[in-house]
């Protein structure tokens, strides 16, 4: 959706045209990315698991120490909404964000905060089974170099405007034919990708890196989980290597922009979309159907 008089986005509890949304030099979410955000899917409507992704929220900013100036749920709630309804979007990708707000250019948090709260929704269309996928084909992975920071340097399960990690790993992709990068701790085992949780099947079990090591373990990632449990096959987390990637049956990757995409190569090893990875999809899709109607 390109800007334009009739695309609007929600500014500190104002709808403004594109062209008026602004945000101030000195907010700390542009300064420092002392701000948090959350990234959720909309179909028919309605966000999709947004009490999760609020939870999530107020854990991010609770580890900031703003948590308690954040409007109520509802509110929020009212905010997308009113977003949505604005740009005339029921099948959407929503980013809404939350910084510490317009402070003085000292790097020390002031005591009192005045959030800066922005709502922005692109068109995402997705109608249900019979939807269009945000992602033409499978992905295919690229170890990079890049690494993430361990959890005493940078908290991995708040979800801040501190993307730079993301950002140097898809930089290493360039001049590839890679979708995602798969990166790997400090110690060598594999969290993930750049912006996506990985899971492994081997031998009929899935198989995921574990929320003890510095990733964020994704919304997308928490439906996946619960939907294997509701189908009674294995599931284990753990610490895993690139061997136990390159030689697992079947890969996939979840976020909530690719929803369940499967991988069908890392690094120059081919993979099939394998049955479980087909069932995930499948019941995924389920759950998208029945969040729409």
């Given at each position: 959706?390109?800007d334009s008089e009739t695309d609007y986005y929600h500014v500190d509890g104002t709808l403004l045209p594109a062209g008026e949304a602004t945000v101030n030099v000195r907010d700390r979410g542009f300064m420092y990315g002392d701000a948090v955000f959350e990234r959720l899917?909309?179909?028919?409507?309605?966000?999709?698991?947004?009490?999760?992704?609020?939870?999530?929220?107020?854990?991010?900013?609770?580890?900031?120490?703003?948590?308690?100036?954040?409007?109520?749920?509802?509110?929020?709630?009212?905010?997308?909404?009113?977003?949505?309804?604005?740009?005339?979007?029921?099948?959407?990708?929503?980013?809404?964000?939350?910084?510490?707000?317009?402070?003085?250019?000292?790097?020390?948090?002031?005591?009192?905060?005045?959030?800066?709260?922005?709502?922005?929704?692109?068109?995402?269309?997705?109608?249900?089974?019979?939807?269009?996928?945000?992602?033409?084909?499978?992905?295919?992975?690229?170890?990079?170099?890049t690494r993430r920071p361990p959890e005493e340097a940078l908290p991995s399960a708040v979800k801040t405007h501190n993307y730079l990690t993301g950002i140097l790993a898809r930089l290493e992709l360039e001049g590839t034919d890679a979708d995602e990068a798969l990166v790997?701790?400090?110690?060598?085992?594999?969290?993930?990708?750049?912006?996506?949780?990985?899971?492994?099947?081997?031998?009929?079990?899935?198989?995921?890196?574990?929320?003890?090591?510095?990733?964020?373990?994704?919304?997308?990632?928490?439906?996946?989980?619960?939907?294997?449990?509701?189908?009674?096959?294995?599931?284990?987390?753990?610490?895993?290597?690139?061997?136990?990637?390159?030689?697992?049956?079947?890969?996939?990757?979840?976020?909530?922009?690719?929803?369940?995409?499967?991988?069908?190569?890392?690094?120059?090893?081919?993979?099939?979309?394998?049955?479980?990875?087909?069932?995930?999809?499948?019941?995924?899709?389920?759950?998208?159907?029945?969040?729409?109607?």
């Open positions: 959706m390109n899917r909309v179909y028919g409507g309605e966000p999709f698991e947004w009490a999760a992704h609020v939870d999530r929220l107020e854990r991010s900013a609770a580890r900031l120490g703003f948590d308690e100036v954040l409007p109520p749920r509802d509110d929020l709630h009212d905010r997308v909404t009113e977003t949505l309804d604005a740009n005339d979007l029921s099948e959407a990708s929503v980013r809404l964000s939350v910084s510490r707000g317009v402070q003085g250019g000292e790097l020390t948090p002031e005591p009192r905060v005045d959030p800066t709260i922005t709502v922005v929704v692109d068109e995402l269309p997705r109608g249900g089974t019979d939807g269009e996928r945000a992602w033409d084909e499978p992905a295919t992975l690229r170890t990079v170099e790997r701790s400090m110690e060598g085992h594999v969290t993930g990708g750049a912006d996506s949780n990985l899971f492994l099947v081997h031998n009929g079990t899935l198989y995921t890196p574990t929320a003890n090591l510095p990733l964020l373990p994704g919304v997308t990632r928490g439906v996946v989980l619960d939907i294997a449990d509701g189908e009674s096959f294995p599931v284990e987390t753990g610490r895993y290597n690139l061997t136990d990637v390159r030689e697992a049956d079947e890969l996939f990757l979840t976020n909530a922009t690719w929803e369940v995409r499967p991988v069908t190569g890392i690094d120059g090893y081919e993979k099939p979309v394998g049955p479980i990875t087909k069932l995930c999809g499948r019941l995924f899709d389920r759950r998208v159907e029945n969040a729409r109607y």
